[in-house]
């Protein structure tokens, strides 16, 4: 006997027994809302963190800057004291200056002063701020000096040819012969030409040999009268 073919042989849907429930369900969106917040969570966190950093790398900025400053005013302090203060190496006169180590005097003791500064900042922006400025007052300080040396050379020599002027009319004095005026005169006059050099005179200029000339002349003069 042939068998009848069911439903799903013949390809059809399943017939559903009365006051069954559909498979079916709607959806409204609202289950992805959790999700939705979460990011916008993290976005608003995301967003508070960038300014909290921000506002903290400004304040560090401020902080920096503050402290480079307030260093640097204790090294300008403390080289202003070193060269011109009381016992400072810009009073120092003549002989004084120019027989004394001053540039190696004033560079060790902003090197040492440098480096107590430096041990004492917070962070190495600090300190790399702060070497920056030091070194413009190192070369300040030894500008300084440098001019001063030259001053005070100029002195020097001033006072060292009159004391060998002097030297020379006592040896003369004291053995006044035509030898001994001569030997005299011409180690005077040798002197005098490096005396002269070293004040900037130049006998290949017109104007500066006579100067020179007048010069010698007055201290042939000077012996003669001896």
Request: proline share 4%; glycine share 8%.
């Amino acid at each position: 006997m042939a068998r009848i073919p069911t439903f799903e042989q013949l390809g059809g849907p399943s017939p559903q027994a009365p006051g069954g429930i559909a498979s079916y369900r709607a959806t409204s969106g609202a289950e992805a809302a959790p999700g939705v917040a979460l990011a916008q969570a993290g976005n608003q966190l995301e967003g508070s963190s960038d300014r909290l950093f921000g506002m903290i790398k400004q304040e560090q900025e401020k902080v920096d800057t503050t402290r480079t400053e307030d260093a640097w005013n204790q090294y300008k302090n403390f080289a202003l004291d070193l060269t011109s203060g009381p016992k400072g190496l810009l009073n120092k006169k003549g002989g004084d200056a120019v027989n004394s180590s001053m540039l190696q005097q004033a560079g060790t003791a902003l090197e040492d002063r440098r480096k107590a500064i430096e041990q004492s900042l917070a962070n190495d922006e600090q300190r790399r701020r702060f070497m920056e400025r030091a070194q413009n007052t190192d070369l300040q300080v030894k500008h300084q000096i440098l001019t001063h040396l030259v001053t005070e050379q100029r002195e020097y020599d001033k006072t060292v040819m009159g004391a060998s002027e002097t030297t020379a009319r006592a040896q003369i004095t004291a053995n006044p012969t035509p030898d001994t005026f001569i030997r005299e005169r011409d180690k005077l006059l040798l002197q005098a030409d490096a005396f002269l050099k070293d004040q900037g005179l130049d006998k290949t200029r017109e104007k500066d040999r006579l100067v020179i000339d007048a010069y010698k002349g007055k201290i042939n003069d000077g012996l003669l009268e001896t």
